[in-house]
């Protein structure tokens, strides 16, 4: 142990220091260590949140609130028993369902919580034909079905993962993922 | 094998959850099923579309943007000052509570053995944990490469303390007020 630690330096220079080498980093009260975990995972949980709020506005704000979130709470993170990505998708979660029960408490005439997806230049950008069919099938799926959905395609989330960031049972997560696929199917290419 | 069951199935084994006995199974139903072999071909192009849909970025200043939100809060909070101060004021509060005792002792021989069980007892553990925390704390400093062992410290540390400075910083000014009372209860039980 002691080797690899004296070594640490040299050893950050070769290599991209792994989530926990940061997290330990972090902990020891270099708060600028954590730069490094945002850049990495901004992305990731942006899109997260913005496949559940559909409004990029928001999806930013509560991005914001999950990493100042992540950072506080990192001190109870535990390498052991879950995965970084994992813990930091179910904050993200959480944070994104208080969000969405806000604005139905708010907004009790939208229907389920769900709003038009707003357009930004940026994603006007990616939004070709295909691509934006697709953004729209996704959009329209229930949540409960589209986050199942997001976490495994755009997260790489295996199904015990997403029981851990859902926090259910891995029949009804793999129900929803199926029922997810089968909608999608459906708004892409019609029936059977 | 019910087709219905069979898209399940279909959808495991392309999310690569199927061992080995199910996926050949599942592919021998597919080549003698059209209707499957069709769904299989959908999904297909389903995932490779789901794949080829990007990641969103947010805005280029957000990290910035986390991180001043991050470095404000830390200075209203200031966790590393609150432990140290929690830590002082619990541990100058267990010193007064023994020195209260060694005083009751000298001053009063009334005092009825069973409280000073009670208080000999809740003066010890308090200064057991008062000194482990400050030792945790002076080793944690002193060998700073034992990183796992100082992340662990202040782990501790922080879940005690950092983050009930205001409950310790009570406790601790109660002990300050009992320690007076008992001074008064036994210089007035004195005279």
Same mark, same amino acid.
């Given at each position: 142990m002691g080797q690899e630690l004296t070594g640490d330096e040299n050893y950050a220079e070769r290599k991209i220091p792994d989530d926990e080498k940061i997290i330990k980093q972090v902990l020891l009260g270099d708060a600028t260590a954590f730069e490094i975990l945002v850049e990495r995972y901004k992305s990731k949980i942006f899109t997260l949140a913005y496949r559940m709020l559909s409004s990029m506005e928001e999806a930013e704000d509560?991005?914001?609130?999950?990493?100042?979130?992540? @950072?506080?709470?990192l001190k109870i993170y535990d390498a052991g028993r879950?995965?970084?990505?994992?813990?930091? @998708?179910?904050?993200? @979660?959480?944070?994104?369902?208080?969000?969405?029960?806000?604005?139905?408490?708010?907004?009790?005439?939208?229907?389920?919580?769900?709003?038009?997806?707003?357009?930004?230049?940026?994603e006007l950008a990616v939004a070709k034909d295909g691509a934006r069919i697709l953004h729209e099938a996704i959009?329209?799926?229930?949540?409960?079905?589209?986050?199942?959905?997001? *976490?495994?395609?755009?997260?790489?989330?295996?199904?015990?993962?997403?029981?851990?960031?859902?926090?259910?049972?891995?029949?009804?997560?793999?129900?929803? *993922?199926?029922?997810?696929?089968?909608? *999608?199917?459906e708004k892409l290419y019609g029936g059977d | 094998?019910?087709?219905?069951?069979?898209?399940?199935?279909?959808?495991?084994? %392309?999310? $690569?959850? %199927?061992? /080995?006995?199910?996926?050949?199974?599942?592919?021998?139903?597919?080549?003698?099923?059209?209707?499957?072999?069709?769904?299989?071909?959908?999904?297909?192009?389903?995932?490779?579309?789901l794949s080829e849909l990007p990641l969103l970025?947010?805005?280029? $200043?957000?990290?910035?943007?986390?991180?001043?939100?991050?470095?404000?809060?830390?200075?209203?909070?200031?966790?590393?000052?609150s432990v140290l101060m929690a830590a002082v004021l619990a541990f100058s509060a267990l010193a007064l509570h023994i020195l209260a005792l060694w005083n009751a002792e000298y001053l009063i021989f009334t005092l009825t053995s069973a409280a000073r069980w009670f208080a000999g007892i809740t003066a010890f553990i308090g200064a057991v944990f008062g000194?482990? /925390?400050? %030792?945790?704390n002076f080793t944690a400093k002193l060998f700073t490469f034992s990183q796992d062992i100082l992340v662990f410290n202040q782990r501790v540390l922080l879940d005690i303390l950092g983050e009930y400075p205001v409950g310790i910083a009570v406790?601790? %000014?109660?002990s300050l007020v009992e320690v007076f009372l008992w001074g008064r209860l036994l210089q007035t039980k004195k005279s």
């Open positions: 509560v991005s914001q609130e999950a990493f100042v979130k992540i @950072y506080r709470s879950t995965k970084f990505s994992t813990w930091i @998708y179910r904050i993200t @979660y959480n944070l994104c369902v208080d969000h969405l029960r806000k604005r139905r408490e708010t907004a009790p005439l939208a229907e389920d919580g769900i709003v038009a997806p707003s357009a930004s230049p940026e959009c329209e799926l229930p949540e409960e079905y589209r986050v199942p959905l997001v *976490l495994f395609h755009f997260h790489g989330l295996s199904y015990r993962e997403i029981c851990k960031v859902l926090n259910l049972p891995m029949s009804i997560v793999k129900n929803r *993922l199926f029922r997810a696929r089968r909608l *999608l199917k | 094998m019910r087709c219905e069951f069979c898209e399940e199935k279909i959808m495991e084994y %392309l999310d $690569g959850e %199927l061992d /080995l006995q199910k996926k050949e199974h599942i592919l021998r139903h597919i080549n003698s099923c059209s209707r499957c072999s069709h769904f299989l071909t959908a999904m297909r192009a389903e995932y490779m579309m970025s947010p805005s280029p $200043g957000f990290t910035r943007k986390v991180m001043s939100s991050i470095r404000n809060k830390r200075a209203a909070h200031a966790p590393g000052e000194a482990a /925390l400050w %030792l945790m406790i601790a %000014l109660l």
